[in-house]
């Protein structure tokens, strides 16, 4: 009972930020998936991000996620999860059906069921439409990520 509640109100929430213009909008919300690629780990994880406009062309963007990093040759499976916090700069396309690109920073958290928390650096580049975005990276390993936002 407590998940459709929850289900419910993220959906209205949707609705109501898809209806409102960009700059009406406070925050924009994002459903992302992300590979994190290091040396004998990889680590896929689903999340949700929340961004918010600081500025005309700064946005500062958190992201949780969680999913499962695989460690060594053995297969060893284990759960995992990421926090990031980010500034991102992000020009204004001149069109807005056009795609645009962006560069940002800031701090990741990685956790890991078996083994012992990191913060690490993250850099991020990528380019993003109207609602969709691919982005690559580095922040304790090598990121690609790819989502939708509404």
């Known amino acids: ?21 960009p700059a009406e909008r406070p925050l924009a919300f994002e459903a992302r998936f992300d590979g994190v690629f290091a040396r004998r780990v990889t680590t896929t ?9 600081a500025s005309r062309n ?19 499976r284990n759960a995992s999860g990421r926090a990031d916090v980010l500034a991102r700069f992000a020009p204004r396309p ?19 069921k078996t083994a012992r928390g990191r913060a690490v650096l993250a850099i991020v580049v990528g380019v993003r439409g109207r609602r969709q975005f691919v982005e ?7 990121r690609a990520g790819a ?4």
Do not use: K, P
């Open 58 to 76: 700064l946005e500062l963007q958190i992201v949780l996620a969680g999913g499962v990093t695989v460690r060594g040759d053995n297969d060893d």
């Open 94 to 112: 001149t069109r807005r059906d056009a795609w645009a690109a962006y560069g940002g920073g800031g701090a990741s958290v990685l956790v890991e």
């Open 136 to 142: 690559l990276g580095l922040g304790g390993g090598f």
């Open 1 to 21: 009972m407590r998940g459709a509640f929850l289900v419910a109100v993220a959906l209205l929430v949707a609705r109501s930020a898809a209806t409102q213009t």
């Open 45 to 53: 994880h689903a999340g949700l991000g929340v961004t918010r406009a």
């Open 147 to 150: 989502g939708v936002r509404f």
